[in-house]
């Protein structure tokens, strides 16, 4: 299990990454997430208060994200760790793991992999 604050960090720069157009395979690839309406909601349940919650906007050009809690089209909570290994394809999010995801599961999967293209490289 990897320490808080080096999930935590992973998942800040997950996240900060994922809103670069160099993230995406392609422009027609990262175009095809946005839409009204797209957004996701990422809540670690275990960090610390005041951390661990990301939104990432894809309503339109340029994705922008922060650090809030917002309601959203699709939410994914779990543990710190739980939540960086999804992100890194190591992990699925099934219901009898840790990792749960609420709205449009759709939206997440598509996200994760086009932001994670590189990973299958």
Known sequence: MLDADVALDGLD???????LPQAYESDSA???LLGAGRTLHIHATDAP???????????????T?????KKSTATVRGPLTDLLLLLYRRRSPAPAEAVEVLGKKGLFTAWRNGASFWLRK
């Open 13 to 19: 720069e997950w996240v900060e990454f994922s809103a």
């Open 30 to 32: 990262r175009r095809d």
């Open 49 to 63: 208060e005041g951390t661990g919650e990301w939104l990432i906007d894809l309503t339109g050009e340029p994705i």
């Open 65 to 69: 994200w922060s650090r809030t809690h």
